[in-house]
DNA sequence: CCCGTATGGTTGCAAGTAGCAACATCCAAG
DNA sequence: CTTGGATGTTGCTACTTGCAACCATACGGG
């Protein structure tokens, strides 16, 4: 089939794209929470950005995801109490706490990634495997595109702890073109 | 450019959609509390899918986005104390109360809507209108999934209040089958 | 017609989470 | 040495959410 669906304006699609993003959103948590009791949303998904980025700052991380430091401090040290994460001072500022995942970290990590992924698989099951690495790839892009919105007082733009950046690297190659996707 | 980027394994792409997708999360309520202070990620959602509905009931609501009835509850009553929303005894069934936006709610949906919009706009500026459009699908499809697995003691099988539904219905035609919307 | 059960919805309670502000520490200039 | 900026931590507060208990209403069988 060449083109069944009917032609989207942009809007509508900008619209589609919203709003489905939005009640993604709503449901992340409630899944989070089933999928991991033991970690929350933001523990985990911090926990994940430090074994992507192989340690980063508090700071960074903050900035990446916008959230306050006191918040990201506080999942920390949760994080770490748990025995999840270690915080190494950092030689060159004595300010900083370079903070890695522990081989538990790792491993409880794993554990519920593995569990989400399979969660994720079953859902995914049927899509064609190209259609999979497109909509990955426009996620990326999305949310690369997020990075260079000001948008308001925000933190993010300063985030070198990126995992937009980890992600097109990894998964999109270098700075995959937004065209290069289409068709 | 036929196809630049590497050929993606599924896990690889399985892997970005979650890793993504739970970023998106994330930054979803900081950034709804950015946009529209007024309403809560929540409430906007729920506001907004009361719209497109034209009017459905609380435990619909719950239901599709796996919220427990009692925050549902509570929202809605914030919703009406705002003057947003407006409760409608059923005349068929004296327990349930249809709820309905209100003209301000409307109003009000409508602003913040459009704020996001903007943002998302920019964000979106220059996406091919065929990505935009195969993006939109794939969020669709994604949510459509979403629906289908049981996941656990959940609700949402019984949503009648689909956005889903809405969403495909209105812009990707009469069920597009997925394969439809490949290649 | 009455009672038991199921469903829709509200409220009490407790836990978790987030942001703001104040503070301690440390780096970098001047 | 002093001032300004950056990194983190902690106190405090407000909000959100889920669970459980609780009313009100419907539905069905005696």
Redesign the pocket.
């Known amino acids: 089939m060449p083109t069944p669906r009917p032609a989207h304006s942009r809007d509508e699609s900008v619209e589609t794209i919203q709003r489905e993003l939005t009640a993604f959103a709503r449901r992340a948590r409630?899944t989070a929470?089933r999928v991991h009791p033991e970690l929350?949303l933001?523990?985990f998904t911090l926990l994940a950005h430090l074994q992507e980025q192989q340690g980063c700052?508090?700071?960074d991380l903050a900035a990446h995801y916008?959230?306050?430091?006191?918040?990201v401090?506080?999942?920390?040290?949760?994080l770490e109490k748990l025995g999840y994460v270690e915080?190494r001072p950092d030689p060159d500022?004595?300010?900083?706490?370079?903070l890695h995942p522990t081989a538990a970290g790792h491993q409880a990590l794993e554990a519920a990634h593995t569990r989400r992924r399979t969660l994720l698989k079953e859902r995914l099951a049927d899509w064609p495997e190209e259609d999979l690495a497109r909509f990955a790839d426009y996620l990326v892009r999305y949310t690369e595109a997020w990075g260079t919105t000001p948008l308001r007082g925000q933190a993010g733009a300063s985030g070198m702890c990126s995992s937009a950046q980890s992600a097109s690297a990894s998964i999109a190659g270098p700075s995959a073109a937004p065209a290069s996707v289409s068709r």
């Open positions: 409630a929470a929350s933001v523990s700052r508090a700071t916008m959230l306050d430091k006191s918040t401090s506080r999942q920390v040290a949760a915080r500022d004595q300010r900083v706490h370079v």
